[in-house]
């Protein structure tokens, strides 16, 4: 959408163009000098100039200058990937009073000196059909101006766990309203399961449930447990979203948590999910002592009820009659502003690597189960015993990057796994000072604050740190004990060793459950399958959807304060458009020319973002683009069988433009 004043097609044309060294990144490959002057040679430009850092301020100082000195009216700047300083650019642009549209940018590091470094001579040659096609297009360019929107102010948190609570809490410290969506019977996520956190030690309990307590006592967080996300509508500042709660056939307003209907529920012997299948629980249950919200929940596909029509002993027994069977799944609507995805993550199933004998043998458990063996509140009370007979374990092994750092299944490192074995070596000897710990590891990463320092504790507390991947585990016939094989590498040899217990230090991997909000949002995933963020630098919480943001582990593999600290961001991200009360969108987006448009579809049926519709007033319906959802992707125009489409600031003109500027031969160029 267009308005005030246009260039006349009178009015002189008057290009000022700015070429980046960018320290000796570019100046190091390119001739830059040569390319300005190049540059200052070609038809419309009045000005060129080239400066060791044009991003910085007195790099800005001169084309602020420059444009008034020299009455310039579009501009070109030559330097790094315009997804890192545009943005600075089109400010500067405006401080001169220029419009901000009238800028191009042309990449001429990454795209040039970075993969021409070798190459100096052809690396300027090519700079300079680069910056001859940004001219070119540049002469093109017309005013465009910003879109506004108003914005819902409330905020929709999907993911309970500690990166949900903190970024909730923080939104809602700030004012806004939150409704914060957890798809288990209670909040907490992962962090909820462990006994201590490294490397303080601090209970894990201890530090995260106030911050639980509080989600539901907030007056601006809506606590939708049990519930999940359905569908999702609108854009930036204008969400509409359908959330399903589901029935938990216990009224959370009448339940006292009291826990008579679990005690007298005669189903007990359903694996426990919080203990990971260690311990049992009843048909009715609540996951673990302090869930939040405390209410009980019937398991459905495990009451007699449900799946034989018999029993209701909890309605009976309940004295305050909280328990109800007619209970339903209720549609949720809500409107809000910003979204922030705080998914988490997945553990690494272990089962894919068999050659570690998980589940063949009972005492080779994950590093998860063996954090709940350790809990007080786990399936033992605390105490550490083999699964297989109860006896307390006096030799386990610790095998690290399972799932992890390897390319059969993911190649990145999980990032936590080094300093969660360490803590549970550290657990062992704390509880059996005589017990024999051995790590078995690739590199031991101990990346954080304070990690180092608890590494070397550990290492002086007697646990046997071993470099070399562990190849196999297996068990001799008649024998309690497992083997393990594994190649120790300062050594050179390959050993073998037995061992009560092997706990798999299992990497993380994304949530399967997020894929439904992944499509419905359409947001973009790393190679990793992890949330894609829209810069890993600059814009680490935010998304390629405007108004969606990320945090936590649903981003990538993280510990407890980092997850912390990108939730607090998260936040602070979020809550902009809603203090503004209204956002500002990009102007680039395509337009429909109705006199051409034919109503065919093809370009409602291209757009992912669902950001053109074909209006069905009639048979001669035209082709409409919703300007707040349109991430100016060109999937339309290139579709368009009419060329009824158009992107603003990439019109069929400047891209023509540009072409014909990179393929003028390379001796006019000299």
């Not at 465009?144 to 939104?171: E, R």
Request: with cysteine; charged share 25%; glycine share 6%.
């Amino acid at each position: 959408m267009q308005k005030g004043e246009k260039l006349n097609d009178s009015q002189e044309i008057r290009i000022g163009v700015f070429i980046c060294h960018c320290g000796t990144n570019i100046a190091n490959t390119i001739d830059v000098k040569k390319v300005a002057e190049y540059a200052s040679k070609l038809p419309e430009v009045t000005f060129a100039s080239d400066e060791r850092y044009v991003c910085s301020e007195p790099g800005q100082a001169l084309i602020r200058d420059s444009i008034k000195k020299h009455n310039l009216n579009k501009v070109v700047i030559a330097s790094c990937s315009p997804r890192m300083h545009e943005p600075t650019f089109r400010k500067t642009l405006e401080a001169a009073g220029l419009n901000s549209s009238l800028l191009e940018m042309v990449n001429i590091r990454e795209q040039c000196s970075w993969v021409h470094m070798h190459e100096p001579k052809k690396a300027t040659e090519k700079a300079k059909a680069l910056v001859a096609s940004a001219i070119a297009k540049a002469g093109l360019l017309e005013p465009l101006y910003p879109l506004k929107f108003k914005v819902t102010p409330s905020t929709l948190v999907v993911g309970a766990g500690i990166a949900g609570i903190q970024a909730s809490l923080d939104l809602a410290n700030k004012g806004f309203k939150v409704y914060l969506v957890e798809r288990a019977p209670s909040i907490g996520g992962h962090m909820a399961q462990l006994d201590k956190t490294f490397p303080t030690l601090d209970c894990s309990a201890c530090i995260l449930t106030p911050k639980m307590v509080d989600v539901p006592r907030h007056p601006n967080i809506n606590l939708l447990s049990y519930s999940e996300v359905k569908s999702v509508d609108g854009f930036i500042g204008n969400f509409k979203v359908v959330i399903t709660k589901k029935a938990r056939y216990i009224n959370e307003v009448k339940c006292t948590s009291c826990g008579v209907c679990a005690e007298k529920c005669p189903v007990k012997n359903i694996p426990s999910e919080f203990n990971l299948g260690l311990g049992k629980r009843a048909a009715t249950y609540v996951p673990f002592p302090q869930a939040v919200p405390p209410t009980y929940t019937i398991d459905k596909e495990n009451c007699l009820w449900f799946t034989k029509g018999v029993c209701r002993v909890c309605e009976k027994v309940c004295p305050a009659n909280a328990v109800d069977f007619s209970q339903e799944e209720q549609e949720i609507q809500v409107d809000v502003g910003t979204i922030i995805i705080a998914t988490g993550y997945d553990l690494f199933d272990v089962k894919q690597k068999p050659e570690y004998g998980y589940e063949m043998y009972k005492d080779v458990i994950s590093s998860l189960e063996f954090e709940r063996l350790l809990s007080a509140a786990g399936p033992t009370g605390g105490k550490l015993v083999r699964p297989s007979n109860g006896i307390e374990p006096r030799k386990i092994a610790f095998i690290q990057c399972v799932g992890s750092r390897d390319v059969q299944t993911n190649p990145y490192c999980s990032r936590i796994c080094c300093m969660a074995s360490i803590k549970h070596a550290h657990q062992v000897k704390e509880k059996h000072p005589d017990a024999e710990v051995s790590v078995f590891y690739i590199d031991l990463r101990a990346f954080g604050k304070g990690y180092e320092e608890f590494y070397a504790r550990v290492q002086q507390e007697g646990v046997n740190f071993v470099r070399g991947k562990a190849a196999e585990v297996y068990k001799e016939p008649n024998s309690d004990n497992l083997t393990l094989v594994f190649e120790d590498t300062l050594l050179g040899e390959v050993q073998e060793q037995e061992f009560d217990m092997v706990v798999l230090a299992a990497g993380l991997v994304p949530r399967t459950t997020a894929e439904p909000i992944q499509k419905m949002l359409k947001l973009s995933l790393s190679p990793d399958n992890f949330f894609l963020e829209a810069h890993p630098k600059l814009r680490p919480v935010e998304t390629q959807i405007a108004g969606v943001y990320l945090c936590g582990c649903a981003q990538g593999p993280k510990d407890i304060p980092d997850v912390v600290a990108q939730a607090s961001a998260a936040a602070s991200q979020a809550s902009i458009p809603l203090a503004k009360g209204e956002v500002v969108a990009e102007p680039t987006i395509a337009y429909v020319d109705q006199d051409l448009c034919c109503g065919c579809k093809v370009c409602e049926s291209v757009c992912v973002y669902d950001a053109i519709e074909v209006e069905a007033t009639d048979e001669n319906g035209k082709a409409k683009v919703n300007e707040a959802l349109c991430t100016c992707c060109g999937s339309c125009v290139a579709a368009c069988p009419a060329r009824a489409i158009t992107l603003r600031g990439f019109t069929s003109e400047q891209i023509s433009a540009q072409f014909e500027a990179l393929l003028k031969p390379a001796q006019q160029r000299d």
